[in-house]
Nanobody, 119 residues
Framework: VQLQASGGGLVPAGGSLTLSCAAS????????MGWYRQAPGQQRELVAD???????NYAGSLRGRFTIGRDAAKNTMFLQMTALKPEDTAIYYC??????????????WGQGTEVTVSS
């Protein structure tokens, strides 16, 4: 499985940005896709993920500003970010992993795309 993230960049505070992720390879149809981010000096954290059925899950603090979605047929995913804040500055990583109910555990990562929000 390969994941290609794109769409990062420099944006002023209050602005918007949409990230995209394209998955290729042998992708389990039940896989959950998600976005994580890692700010300098911080641990990687979940931003949002979405199940194969399209059910989203957001980190509580980001709900309302970020929207995640996916096109299962095309194996693509997006993250629409609005009202961006300087604290949203991070490298954003695309992830594909097993659903919570699965016995077989797997997790794949993309290379990351950098988002910088200027104050």
């Amino acid at each position: 499985v390969q994941l290609q993230a794109s769409g990062g960049g420099l944006v002023p505070a209050g602005g918007s940005l949409t990230l995209s992720c394209a998955a290729s390879g042998s992708i389990p149809s039940s896989a959950t896709m998600g976005w994580y981010r890692q700010a300098p000096g911080q641990q990687r954290e979940l931003v949002a993920d979405v199940t194969s059925g399209g059910t989203p899950n957001y980190a509580g603090s980001l709900r309302g500003r970020f929207t995640i979605g996916r096109d299962a047929a095309k194996n693509t995913m997006f993250l629409q970010m609005t009202a961006l804040k300087p604290e949203d500055t991070a490298i954003y990583y695309c992830n594909l992993k097993n659903p919570r109910w699965a016995i077989r555990q797997y997790s794949y990562w993309g290379q990351g795309t950098e988002v910088t929000v200027s104050s």
